[in-house]
């Protein structure tokens, strides 16, 4: 697992969406500052979710019998609904307010396809290219 990687993509995938959606409700160029400083709780949040909640399922689990792939179709259904549920509850009381219905969509978006992340197997080519 390349957990380095994989929280850098997150992030920048939680960032985009986060923005893209408070972008529509009122942005103004002097916002461009918050936005870079802004990665920074992005990307702790991006951490903690990733290390607390999505790596130890892998950790656990996976092993010489059980793959990646196995633990990936076993554990993402039921931790996508989890999440899903829970991002849904969230926006339902958020009132309307951009903010938090920015941030649960982007939590919801990010950890899912984090998962896919971790669940790709890399094919002997893609291994091969990278160690050269």
């Given at each position: 697992m390349?957990?380095?990687h994989n929280i850098a993509k997150s992030s920048l995938l939680a960032g985009s969406i986060f923005w893209t959606i408070l972008a529509t409700?009122?942005?103004n160029w002097g916002m461009i500052p918050v936005v870079f400083l802004s990665f920074i709780p992005i990307f702790i949040c991006c951490s903690?979710?990733?290390l607390v909640t999505i790596c130890p399922i892998f950790w656990l689990l996976e092993s010489?019998?059980?793959s990646?792939?196995?633990v990936f179709k076993t554990c993402f259904p039921i931790y996508t609904i989890i999440t899903f549920s829970l991002c849904c509850y969230g926006?339902?009381?958020a009132f309307s307010e951009v903010y938090?219905?920015?941030f649960y969509v982007s939590a919801y978006i990010t950890?899912?396809?984090s998962w896919v992340w971790f669940g790709k197997e890399k094919s002997p080519i893609t291994l091969a290219i990278t160690t050269l």
């Open positions: 390349h957990i380095p409700d009122n942005f903690l979710v990733i010489e019998h059980y990646k792939q196995k926006i339902y009381h938090m219905i920015g950890t899912a396809q």
